[in-house]
């Protein structure tokens, strides 16, 4: 019978926590990720499941909210699930509890599936009526925006994409690109806020060797709020475009 919740429990590592001893964000995403990646897999809807036809799911937005002001939890359960598609995506809900009742943090996220040979999206494949079967509530529902493009940015950084920095798919693990955003924030902001949501959005991908240039900039509306583009250096293409609130 497949489970249209997943539920998956994670055991904090030391080394999931940052300078300060708070838990990474970049933990907590993949927590998501790796719960996704089972209940995909639990459904018939995982990387063997769709290689088979040379496709592969691809993470084109996501967005959370983050609450860890309080002590740090010991353990951690996730809770994600399938909540509809829109168009050409598919539409993935997801909760982290701490210690088995305190949420910690929410959020949603919508998939692509792409044709591993030409690196193209596929927009229509029998994947989303699986998908739509055994959705529920988009309880977490968030209106995903374009974000403008800021004349300047305030904050810049090129780093050079490692082996260790590829997934499955042959290129750059969305994790990286969050760990690259965090590395432009103002070292005070680091050192006095914590970040308390992420919108972002996957617009290309980035191959071995590559250069990367990660750029971020204060939002003038909201001095806790910073825009933040990542480009490929090497050919000029927008990676990522995303926004982070921190309090």
């Known amino acids: 019978m ?17 300078a300060h001893g708070k838990l990474k964000i970049q933990a907590l995403l993949n927590f998501f990720q790796e719960s996704a990646i089972k209940h995909a897999n639990h459904m018939g809807l995982g990387y063997n499941d769709v290689i088979k036809n040379n496709f592969a799911w691809v993470l084109s937005n996501l967005y959370i909210q983050i609450d860890i002001t309080t002590k740090n939890p010991e353990n951690l359960k996730v809770k994600t699930w399938p909540c509809g598609v829109n168009r050409f995506f598919a539409l993935r809900d997801f909760d982290i509890l701490a210690d088995e009742r ?5 959020g949603t996220s919508r998939w692509l599936a792409i044709d591993i040979r030409k690196r193209r999206l ?5 994947y989303l009526d699986i998908v739509h079967e055994f959705s529920i509530e988009n309880k977490n529902r968030h209106e995903f925006v374009k974000f403008p493009g800021p004349v300047r940015w305030n904050s810049e950084n090129t780093f050079k994409v490692r082996y260790s920095d590829m997934d499955i798919n042959q290129h750059v693990n969305n994790i990286n ?3 690259w ?7 005070d902001i680091l050192l006095e806020k914590n970040i308390s949501s992420l919108e972002i ?20 509306s909201d001095k806790k709020s ?9 050919n000029g293409k927008e990676l990522v475009r995303a926004k982070t609130v921190w309090s």
């Not at 305190?102 to 929410?106: D, E, L, N, T, V």
């Not at 596929?122 to 029998?126: A, F, K, P, Q, Y």
């Not at 955003?181 to 070292?187: G, R, S, V």
């Not at 959005?201 to 003038?220: D, K, P, Q, V």
Request: charged letters at 30%; a negative charge; zero cysteines.
């Open 201 to 220: 959005s996957f617009l290309s991908e980035a191959l071995y060797g590559n250069t990367i240039l990660s750029r971020s900039t204060e939002m003038e």
């Open 226 to 234: 910073f825009l933040h583009s990542i480009i490929n250096d090497t």
């Open 2 to 18: 497949i489970k249209k919740i997943w539920t998956e429990r994670f055991r904090i590592r030391t080394s999931e926590m940052n």
């Open 181 to 187: 955003i965090i590395e432009t924030i103002p070292h």
């Open 177 to 179: 690109y969050v760990e």
């Open 102 to 106: 305190r949420k910690i943090a929410a």
């Open 122 to 126: 596929v927009r229509e494949h029998d």
